[in-house]
């Protein structure tokens, strides 16, 4: 994360013309292709089977957008660590 941060403090800002270019009128949103689904959908419309799937399905990549396993293993060693350590006084 820090490695990530500090790449990018060093990189050379981007240039205005670049930044501005970027920005696109409304109707150019999506460029060529327009979006297949409207997002986010309509629940008020969907039955409740569809309504489950979407929770079910977002909620799964959530969780996996935001695992973090390197971290969390070290989290526990630390925790294990802090408590099996004997200090003697």
Request: charged share 35%; aromatic share 14%.
């Amino acid at each position: 994360m820090f490695a990530t941060f500090a790449r990018r403090a060093v990189e050379s800002p981007i240039p205005l013309r670049i930044r501005n270019a970027a920005r696109v009128s409304a109707p150019g949103i999506y460029g060529r292709f327009k979006p297949k689904k409207v997002w986010p959908p309509d629940f008020s419309k969907l039955s409740e089977k569809e309504q489950f799937r979407f929770e079910r399905k977002y909620k799964r990549r959530v969780k996996l957008a935001t695992m973090r396993p390197r971290w969390d293993k070290y989290v526990k060693l630390a925790q294990l660590f802090s408590v099996t350590v004997r200090s003697d006084p």
